[in-house]
């Protein structure tokens, strides 16, 4: 762990250290990434032991994305025009429910706990995290800068990834050594979400002298902005109306980019531990192959803010967003179980590399007073497109239609770099 703080030159965000707001947010996220590094495989697994089909587990990904959106939505709004803190404490203690109900081993229960906001992405991407993502980006970069808020993200990225391995980890010694080891992991993360919940009660709110500091700053950059696009906006406070009016465009922009991406991620990333098993792995194999990719996304991450750096945030994302898509359509070319984990492995480290670039540079283009809803908003783009494409996948799927189902994933989520570029190479140009 030492080196790996080294590496980000830890030196630089020291205050990320001494400040406890965001050492609880790290504290919670590791916790959350800890039971999800399982949850993402071993979920679809554990629906089809109680006899779902890959249409029903296709329209539970459709369910989940749904509630998700519909909390996502609810979570960044209230976090801009209400509070941060206690939105935050709600959306972390939801999942607490999905967990209850997926314990139950009830069909009919445990498809209800798609309502609750639980995800099934993972490391694979493409839905945009929970309900809890947009508080969460925005409260870190209110406490945060520039170039040092992408090292705060790989920083903390790396860290709950790390938490991630060992989740995986400990998910793969369950499945060897407990005979009910669903049982065990949901009840594990049933407990981690709940104490997370609680934990986020420690964190401190803004004071309002600081608000009206970073509101006056905000408007500032609103009017810097309008110049760069050639339009005049308003100086009306950012907080007094629920349309994020000031980054609405942009927001559109990363909502188009980021939904399209969605699409084509949602044909296949649900499914991927189901193809892993039709090619002949056992439930311990998959979870390796996951042990495997967190291990990688911690160690790519720790240089994603030196890319950054030499080739820029929106060059930086462009070419590993791309080039993780592309891997996509290789993996079903070779059925055999090595070859898919091995590029699942390269193809996800890659894509969630980019993520602390990404974030940032949203965040830049955002009014401060509105990361929170603009956040939600085009976390909702993602989530719904996801949850089309999964279901659109599990029929594709159950036709037997492995390598048209990720080709159309492999093209279709290339259209999130390629569009993300075109709408942003001239403001990444004037900065």
């Known amino acids: ?27 919670t996220r590791a ?12 979920l679809p697994i554990y629906l089809r032991s109680i006899n779902f089909s890959y249409a029903e587990i296709g329209l539970y990904v459709l369910v989940t994305t749904l509630s998700s959106s519909f909390l996502v939505i609810v979570s960044g709004f209230l976090g801009d025009l209400w509070s941060k803190k206690y939105t935050l404490f709600l959306m972390s203690g939801i999942p607490v429910f999905s967990y209850a109900l997926l314990l139950s081993r009830v069909p009919t229960l445990v498809f209800l706990s798609s309502l609750f906001g639980i995800t099934m992405t993972g490391g694979g991407g493409g839905a945009g995290g929970g309900p809890v993502a947009p508080l969460t980006s925005s409260m870190i970069a209110e406490r945060s800068s520039g170039n040092l808020r992408t090292k705060v993200y790989s920083f903390m990225m790396v860290a709950s990834t790390i938490t991630g391995v060992a989740g995986s980890v400990l998910s793969s010694a369950v499945i060897s050594f407990v005979k009910d080891y669903f049982l065990v992991l949901f009840s594990l993360s049933l407990v981690l979400e709940f104490a997370g919940a609680i934990l986020v009660l420690l964190i401190r709110e803004e004071s309002k002298a600081n608000d009206a500091r970073m509101e006056r ?12 696009n050639g339009k005049r906006q308003g100086t009306r406070d950012s ?12 927001i559109l922009k990363v909502s188009l980019a980021g939904g ?14 189901l193809y892993m098993k039709h090619l002949g792995a056992s439930d311990l194999a998959v979870s390796e192959a996951y042990d495997v990719s967190y291990a990688s996304i911690a160690l790519v991450t720790l240089f994603s803010y030196k890319l950054e750096t030499a080739l820029g945030s929106l060059n930086g994302i462009v070419l590993l967003r791309g080039v993780g898509s592309a891997l996509l359509v290789l993996m079903p070319l070779v059925p055999s179980f090595l070859y898919v984990a091995s590029i699942y492995v390269v193809r996800t480290s890659l894509y969630q590399a980019a993520l602390p670039m990404r974030l940032n540079m949203t ?56 569009l993300y570029y075109y709408f942003f190479k001239k403001r990444a140009q004037s900065r």
């Open 260 to 273: 399209a991406g969605s699409l084509g991620l949602g044909l296949v990333i649900p499914f991927i531990p």
């Open 363 to 418: 965040m830049d283009l955002y009014d401060k007073g509105e990361r929170s809803r603009g956040a939600s908003i085009s976390g909702l783009f993602r989530r719904l497109p996801y949850g089309i494409g999964s279901s659109v996948g599990s029929l594709v799927i159950t036709q037997g239609l492995y390598v048209l189902d990720f080709l159309g994933a492999g093209v279709i989520s290339l259209l999130d770099p390629i």
């Open 1 to 27: 762990m030492t080196k790996l703080l080294g590496k980000l030159k830890i030196e630089n965000i020291k205050h990320l250290m001494m400040d406890r707001d965001l050492k609880v947010l790290l504290t």
């Open 217 to 228: 700053k905000s408007t500032e950059n609103a009017r810097e902005d309008s110049v760069v």
């Open 239 to 250: 907080k007094t109306g629920l349309i994020p009016r000031r980054s609405l465009i942009t």
């Open 31 to 42: 916790m959350r990434t800890f039971g999800m590094s399982y949850l993402s495989f071993l």
